[in-house]
């Protein structure tokens, strides 16, 4: 099973996105703030096949940063962003990241993170 690490600060659209990418077939590990992200990262880095990270995560860092540090401790991690901002934030964000504008059907975010996976996205 691929492993999802899913970093969204709204309680609600975490538990959506997360239902739809479970349905989906994925292993979904949430964390609502970016501590909750190193923390996981520190840990089980590798274990992680996908990082879908809001942007805009409240307080402390953005989705950009814990994608960066995702990054560094795995190299081959695919990355989601989901966001409410401007698409021209991408320029910010890790290489080969996948902007996923809000508002957002969470059953199509599981769909698009199916092809990254399959290697078509």
């Known amino acids: 099973m691929t492993n999802v ?15 739809a990418l479970a349905d989906a077939g994925f ?5 609502y ?3 909750e992200a ?6 089980e880095a590798r274990a992680f096949a996908v990082l879908v990270a809001d942007i805009n995560l409240g307080s402390g860092t953005t989705g950009f940063d ?8 795995n190299g081959d991690l695919k990355v989601v962003y ?9 320029r ?9 504008p809000k508002p957002f059907d969470p059953r199509e975010l599981a769909d698009q993170v199916s092809l990254l996976v399959a290697g078509v996205g």
């Open 5 to 19: 690490l899913l970093v969204e600060d709204e309680r609600e659209v975490a538990d959506l996105v997360h239902d």
């Open 27 to 31: 292993e979904v590990t949430v964390a």
């Open 33 to 35: 703030n970016d501590a």
């Open 38 to 43: 190193y923390q996981r990262l520190a840990a």
């Open 66 to 73: 814990v994608a960066r540090r995702a990054r560094q401790l």
């Open 82 to 90: 989901i966001t409410g901002q401007a698409a021209h934030l991408s």
């Open 92 to 100: 910010f964000g890790v290489d080969d990241a996948l902007m996923f």
